[in-house]
């Protein structure tokens, strides 16, 4: 199990800030989707917008109801559980996909990021430093 040491990269909403984001695949019946991932530790949930469902081949109708609050919008969407990894780590984890989502990337909150990664956020060296969990099952 090897630390993830990346970069910052610039955000593409918010010209002249960089983030830490690490590009996080999420996959589901073997189909894979990789997409930058926005490190958010005030997010509940990991989020992704309701087309990333139905690339994956998941109905985002189906699933369990949730409704949350994101830049002072209230949006709805069902939790689904997927396949993530992150660098070489892989596992199963819930995520949020919600629509509408006007974001590319997805956010990497608590349930279904932080629990399986202990993660070091150095700003001044602008990089993110994420190391896994041994034995995690965690949602």
Not at 89 to 114: K, T
């Amino acid at each position: 199990m090897a630390d993830l040491k990346h970069p910052f990269a610039p955000l593409p909403y918010l010209l002249r800030h960089d983030a830490p984001m690490p590009v996080v695949a999420m996959e589901f019946s073997g189909i894979p989707a990789p997409i930058p991932g926005l490190v958010d530790s005030g997010s509940r949930f990991t989020i992704a917008g309701a087309q990333v469902a139905e690339f994956l081949g998941l109905d985002p109708n189906d699933g369990s109801p949730e409704t949350i609050a994101s830049g002072g919008v209230t949006r709805h969407g069902t939790i689904h559980r997927v396949d993530l990894r992150v660098g070489e780590e892989s596992y199963e984890a819930a995520v949020l996909f919600v629509d509408p989502w006007p974001h590319d990337d997805v956010v990497l909150g608590i349930e279904g990021f932080f629990r399986h990664f202990d993660v070091h956020i150095d700003a001044n060296g602008q990089y993110i430093d994420i190391t896994p969990h041994c034995g995690d099952n965690h949602s």
